[in-house]
C-alpha cells in the first residue's frame, strides 16, 4: 500500500542524533492489535513491511524500538517532515544508531579534544513512516540489513527503555518491598492479619 501526505507543502527537518525517550503520557494511549498491524505477543518480532499501519507515530517508534532490542541494535529517532502549513509531522524516519559516520573536528593546532572510539558506521537500516489520507501511519520504506554486528549491550537497552517500562519496573520493585515488610509484621505478630494497599501495609 502506498501513503500520501496529507499537505505536500512540506519540508524536511533534521531532528538530531540523540537516541529519542518515548514520552510515558502520550504511550498512555489505547492500541488495538489491528491498529498496531500487529498481535501483542508478536510485537517484539514481528519484521516491519512496507504498508504496515500504526494508528499513530508513537505506536510506530515503539513497535520499531522493540524489534530493534530483538533483533539487536539501538533504534535511534532520525529525520522527520512537517507541514508548512500547521506544522503537523507528516513523515518520520526511524534508524539504526550506527547510521551515518563521525566527523572530525579539528583546530589550527590539531584536534579540539581527544578523539573517542566512533559509534557511527554508515548502517543504512531503517524504516520511512508517513502520515496518510486515512488517519494512520504507514511504513513506506523499509532497509532491513545492517552492515556491523548486531548486538546491544546492557548501557545501550537502558537508554531505550520508555516511560511505561521503568514505571512497571518501579511499580513491580515497590510491591516486593512492600511483600517483604509484610513477612517481617507477620513474623512479630503472627496473630495479626495484615493486607497491602497502594500506600501502605495496613493491619486488619
Same mark, same amino acid.
Given at each position: 500500500?502506498?501513503?500520501?501526505?496529507?499537505?505536500?507543502?512540506?519540508?524536511?527537518?533534521?531532528?538530531?542524533?540523540?537516541?529519542?525517550?518515548?514520552?510515558?503520557?502520550?504511550?498512555?494511549?489505547?492500541?488495538? =492489535?489491528?491498529?498496531?498491524? !500487529?498481535?501483542?505477543?508478536?510485537?517484539?518480532?514481528?519484521?516491519?513491511?512496507?504498508?504496515? #499501519?500504526? %494508528?499513530?507515530?508513537?505506536?510506530?517508534? %515503539?513497535?520499531? =524500538?522493540?524489534?530493534?532490542?530483538?533483533?539487536?541494535?539501538?533504534?535511534?529517532?532520525?529525520?522527520?517532515?512537517?507541514?508548512?502549513?500547521?506544522?503537523? %509531522?507528516?513523515?518520520?524516519?526511524?534508524?539504526?544508531?550506527?547510521?551515518?559516520?563521525?566527523?572530525?573536528?579539528?583546530?589550527?593546532?590539531?584536534?579540539?579534544?581527544?578523539?573517542?572510539?566512533?559509534?557511527?558506521?554508515?548502517?543504512?537500516?531503517?524504516?520511512?513512516?508517513?502520515?496518510? /489520507?486515512?488517519?494512520?501511519?504507514?511504513?513506506?520504506?523499509?532497509? /532491513?540489513?545492517?552492515?556491523?554486528?548486531?548486538?546491544?549491550?546492557?548501557?545501550?537497552?537502558?537508554?531505550?527503555?520508555? #516511560?511505561? =517500562?521503568?514505571?512497571?519496573? #518501579?511499580?513491580?520493585?515497590?510491591?516486593?518491598?512492600?511483600?517483604?515488610?509484610? !513477612?517481617?509484621?507477620?513474623?512479630?505478630?503472627?496473630?495479626?492479619?495484615?493486607? %497491602?494497599?497502594?500506600?501502605?501495609? /495496613?493491619?486488619?
Amino acid at each position: 500500500m502506498e501513503s500520501r501526505l496529507v499537505d505536500g507543502n512540506c519540508r524536511m527537518k533534521d531532528c538530531g542524533d540523540a537516541v529519542e525517550p518515548n514520552d510515558g503520557r502520550r504511550l498512555l494511549e489505547s492500541y488495538s =492489535d489491528r491498529e498496531f498491524g !500487529i498481535s501483542c505477543h508478536d510485537l517484539s518480532i514481528q519484521e516491519p513491511y512496507e504498508g504496515m #499501519e500504526f %494508528i499513530s507515530e508513537d505506536a510506530a517508534k %515503539i513497535f520499531y =524500538d522493540e524489534y530493534a532490542r530483538h533483533v539487536g541494535f539501538t533504534m535511534r529517532v532520525m529525520s522527520c517532515r512537517r507541514s508548512e502549513r500547521d506544522g503537523r %509531522i507528516l513523515a518520520r524516519r526511524l534508524g539504526c544508531n550506527k547510521e551515518g559516520h563521525c566527523v572530525s573536528i579539528r583546530g589550527k593546532l590539531g584536534p579540539v579534544r581527544k578523539p573517542r572510539a566512533s559509534t557511527r558506521e554508515g548502517c543504512k537500516a531503517m524504516i520511512h513512516v508517513k502520515f496518510d /489520507k486515512s488517519g494512520k501511519w504507514a511504513i513506506t520504506k523499509f532497509v /532491513k540489513d545492517h552492515n556491523h554486528p548486531l548486538v546491544v549491550s546492557p548501557r545501550e537497552a537502558r537508554q531505550t527503555m520508555d #516511560e511505561k =517500562d521503568k514505571k512497571i519496573q #518501579e511499580l513491580t520493585t515497590e510491591l516486593r518491598m512492600k511483600k517483604r515488610y509484610l !513477612i517481617i509484621l507477620k513474623n512479630m505478630n503472627p496473630e495479626k492479619s495484615f493486607c %497491602i494497599s497502594h500506600s501502605k501495609v /495496613k493491619h486488619l
